[in-house]
Nanobody
Framework: QVQLVESGGGLVQAGGSLRLSCTAS????????VGWFRQAPGKEREFVAT????????YYADSVRGRFTISRDNAKNTVYLQMSSLKPEDTAIYYC??????????????WGQGTQVTVSS
């Protein structure tokens, strides 16, 4: 069992930056790929970014590529999502998830509770 806790969300103006963190309870966190997803009001949850257990492979949604960066520090059991040049359409609840492999779909075993990101225009 892996428990995930997201943090770092908040209110930011368009063009600003935020860094989200996803901290895991399990020491073998490096065995898990981690994905970030988001869900805006009235919309389905969508893929944002994913990173392999070692951190050697990353993949991004087209909508965030070049603006967001996913990284991890396995010594701290934490995955980060650095978000820059934020747009109002980035407003959503952001979730992290852990699973056996990188995936752009909901194929993850464990999910956090989410953190709200609001970008004002």
């Amino acid at each position: 069992q892996v428990q995930l806790v997201e943090s770092g969300g908040g209110l930011v103006q368009a063009g600003g930056s935020l860094r989200l963190s996803c901290t895991a309870s399990r020491r073998t966190f490096s065995n898990y790929a981690v994905g970030w997803f988001r869900q805006a009001p009235g919309k389905e949850r969508e893929f944002v970014a994913t990173i392999s257990g070692s951190g050697g492979r990353t993949y991004y949604a087209d909508s965030v590529r070049g603006r967001f960066t996913i990284s991890r520090d396995n010594a701290k059991n934490t995955v980060y999502l650095q978000m820059s040049s934020l747009k109002p359409e980035d407003t959503a609840i952001y979730y992290c998830a852990a699973g056996p492999t990188t995936s752009t779909t909901n194929e993850y075993n464990y999910w956090g509770q989410g953190t709200q990101v609001t970008v004002s225009s």
